[in-house]
């Protein structure tokens, strides 16, 4: 359960905020009566849920690049959040074999800055209580297992975007027990965590090389979405319920930051692992019309087959569930797009939908 009394006047600072799942955070933060500040670059789509629901009337943003260490130490500086939530990335497994050294460079050296600017301002007397580097399921050293990877199993990467992710993690780690170290989080006061989230799907993401976006760009175009490996099992969960987890974990690590301080993964239940064909013949069937696909036979890049994360620990350290399962997640997706085609206030329909996920038992 989402307290709104304890993100009444919190000051958060989220990286990434004009991304997809920032977009989404800082208006689920000001619907909760949060001081949202974001540090990001310009909205990396066109078109983009940002600029579309208009958040920068409701959050402060502060134009900067994650690889500026001078420019994450500023913000922090000037804004003396109480939280911080890390989500600042190259997100796109394809694109890290084209741009490898960026994709380093913002997915590993980012999480350094932001840490090191944390560091410096706790020094400097900046009371931030906690930090919450976003990273992702593809984290894990993937064996292809059929059964969800624990936050004790090892990290890995095969592709530079999910090795730079398992950097990312070390990194924190490192930072937690060298600086911020629970078990003497009496004395400095902050708790820091990582959270890792399955495949992330909702209305308001226009990525490319992303299932999803994808095929609403294939209906908006009439044409043949084309898949790549139609088997691979993914764990899909819509935006929401991730984001929930980190609202529910800063609060925690708020209030115990020293047994919190620790990796969290974050994804849907077993059931709602399905492979890319199923997702997308699902959306054809919820579209209706001419919407359809075909397989591409030539992938050209490693693709993980299969890929899950176990969420037990969330779910009975935190109290946290998924809410909506992935037929849910996608009727969600067909509103919003339909919403947008017909010119609707997007920003009302994302609260709404918020609304209705928090009100969902």
Known sequence: MIDKTFWKDKKVLITGSTGFKGSWLCLWLQSLGAKVTGFTRKPPTKPSLFELCEIDKLAHSILGDIRSKEDLQEAIMTTQPDIVIHMAAQPIVRASYQIPAETYEINVMGTVNLLEAVRVAVQ?????????????????ENKEWLWGYREVDTLGGYDPYANSKACSELVTMCYRNSFFNPDE?????????SARSGNVIGGGDWASDRLIPDFIRSLMEDSKLKIRNPGAIRPWQHVLEPLGGYLLLAQKLCEDGKYFSQSWNFGPNDSDAKPVE?????????W???????????????????????????????AWEPKWNLDQALDRIIEFTHAYQQNKNLRSLCLKQIEQYCATD
């Open 124 to 140: 400097n007397s900046i009371p931030i209580k906690a930090v919450i580097n976003v990273t992702s399921d593809k984290c894990y």
């Open 288 to 318: 209706g019309g001419n919407a359809s696909y075909e397989i591409e036979l030539d992938a050209q890049i490693h693709e993980t087959h299969y890929l899950k994360v176990d969420c037990s620990k969330a779910k009975s350290e935190l």
């Open 185 to 193: 989080y009496d004395v400095h006061g902050v708790a820091i965590a």
């Open 278 to 286: 199923w997702i997308v013949q699902k959306l054809c069937d919820k």
